[in-house]
């Protein structure tokens, strides 16, 4: 291919790439300015109670109490899972009234992990997907369209990316004479911008790629969770064929005890009941994360046997559930205190202004922009020179 | 009139007229990789780092919208 040829071909997989996502991208820049300070929103918007104020380091409630005290609030319902907020000393008992249903008629209450005292009763998630966080997080995330929905979303996060690289290979023969950051405010409206466009997507790529293509592997995390359970628990589920779910457990405090034993040096996040959508049937499944910066992000499954407390075995994350769990901090710029949900947040909006002034490129003035690319097109022929490729 | 420009790219060495277009660029990438992992890998004075890094980049585009560069 010529390189006036090649500068055509990436302008045309820009131009589709970006007008087949750039709509879903806006939603999805603008839900995320809210989810980057979930945590906060939710706090102020919570009508629960908020944690004790007591010393540091004074020590958690024995899970069973915290169990027991959801459990007295939903004396028919059952367990799904317990997991420890590692922000503040608050626990989540998660609720359900129907044994592996938690995704449809699942609840949680929040404790105080000190002193087990209920905070906060929580809705259904079914309900909570109509709260102003709900509607944010279902608008970024699946378009209340389940899996469906995510893996739509995940397709326009690669087109995306997509049109990122092919905005980077086209950002060469448009600056071949133009000095970093040049603005021409004094010319057209439209070569102002076009030129902001530029320079805002070209400052903000990297930042921009890496949450792009990070978001759109957790849109992935559903199949990959299934994928890693079908290839997991049939072996540790052989023994238990043809029993139901059990509900006589061993005490969920002896389980994580054990979880620990086997796994020193680890904390636990989170424990799936017996029956819990991302756990086993006959197992609690312990999730341990490390104590460093990256291993915190990433957890060791411990299936522990249900009734008798003791563990199955120490699972180990396949290589995409920990592609998965690397790529969470660094889509939700959550993984560095308040400073970096703010940046997250300023480059978010730089991003929509990339998208935003890429739509009015191409509405305002599709043909100025054509004929800028005939004319770089005819440039590159009359010079007769071969294009050394940027990419 | 302007003083001689110096982006006469055409009469540069190859590797001029690279850095020419790609210098900025290759230097913000590498800022923001860093500032992405600092915080992933390190706590405390890294948390710092990365913050500073990523800001950079806010930086730059605020300086160059606000007081553009006419060519």
Same mark, same amino acid.
């Given at each position: 291919m010529t390189a006036a040829a090649k500068i055509k071909t990436w302008y045309l997989v820009h131009k589709w790439t970006s007008l087949v996502s750039t709509l879903f991208l806006l939603v999805i820049c603008i839900t995320g300015l809210p989810l980057v300070f979930h945590h906060e929103i939710e706090d102020l918007l919570s009508d629960g109670k908020p944690v004790a104020e007591l010393p540091a380091g004074t020590p958690n409630a024995p899970l069973d109490r915290l169990v027991a005290k959801a459990q007295a609030l939903y004396p028919t319902e059952f367990v799904d899972y317990v997991y420890l907020d590692d922000d503040e000393p608050q626990a989540y008992v998660g609720m359900v *009234? !129907? %044994?592996?249903?938690g995704i449809n008629s699942g609840h949680a209450v929040r404790l105080? +992990?000190?002193? /087990?005292? @209920? %905070?906060e009763d929580g809705p259904t998630y079914a309900s909570d997907r109509f709260s102003f966080m709900g509607i944010m997080l279902a608008l970024h995330t699946d378009l209340y369209a389940g899996l469906a929905g995510e893996l739509f979303l995940g397709l326009m996060g690669l087109l995306f990316v997509v049109a990122i690289v092919s905005g980077v290979v086209l950002y060469g023969p448009f600056m071949k !004479? %133009?000095?970093?950051?040049? @603005?021409? /405010? =004094?010319? =057209?409206t439209r070569v102002k911008w076009l030129d902001l466009h530029n320079l805002l997507g070209i400052v903000t790529l990297v930042w921009a790629f890496v949450v792009g293509f990070t978001g759109a592997i957790n849109e992935l995390s559903t199949p990959l969770f299934r994928l890693w359970q079908s290839s997991e628990m049939p072996a540790l589920l052989a023994p238990y $064929?043809? !029993? *139901?779910? *059990?509900?006589? %457990? /061993?005490s969920p405090q002896l389980a994580m005890e054990n979880a620990l034993a086997a796994v020193p040096g680890r904390e636990l996040t989170s424990m799936s009941y017996p029956g819990n959508a991302y756990g086993s049937p006959h197992h609690f499944v312990a999730w341990l994360r490390g104590d460093t910066p990256l291993t915190s992000q990433l957890h060791t499954p411990v299936l522990i046997? /249900? @009734?008798?407390? $003791? @563990? +199955?075995k120490v699972a180990q994350m396949p290589w995409y559930l920990t592609a998965l769990e690397v790529s969470r901090p660094l889509h939700f710029g959550?993984? +560095?205190?308040m400073p970096l949900q703010i940046l997250w947040a300023l480059l978010d909006l730089a991003t929509i202004v990339v998208l935003g002034s890429g739509l009015y490129l191409w509405i305002a003035r599709r043909r100025a922009n054509d004929a800028r690319i005939a004319e770089l097109v005819r440039r590159h022929q009359a010079a007769g020179e071969p294009q050394r490729s940027p990419a | 009139m302007s003083p001689p420009s110096r982006l006469e790219g055409e009469y540069r060495s190859a590797q001029g007229r690279f850095l020419f277009v790609w210098g900025m660029p290759l230097l913000l990438a590498a800022l923001s990789i860093f500032g992405l992992l600092a915080a992933l890998l390190g706590t405390g004075v890294w948390h710092w780092a990365s913050w500073i890094a990523l800001a950079w980049l806010l930086v730059v585009i605020a300086r160059y919208w606000i007081r553009p560069r006419e060519r």
């Open positions: *009234p !129907k %044994l592996g249903d105080d +992990a000190r002193t /087990a005292e @209920v %905070l !004479k %133009l000095e970093f950051g040049t @603005v021409r /405010a =004094s010319r =057209s $064929q043809g !029993k *139901p779910i *059990p509900t006589e %457990l /061993a046997d /249900a @009734v008798t407390g $003791q @563990v +199955a959550d993984y +560095a205190g | -």
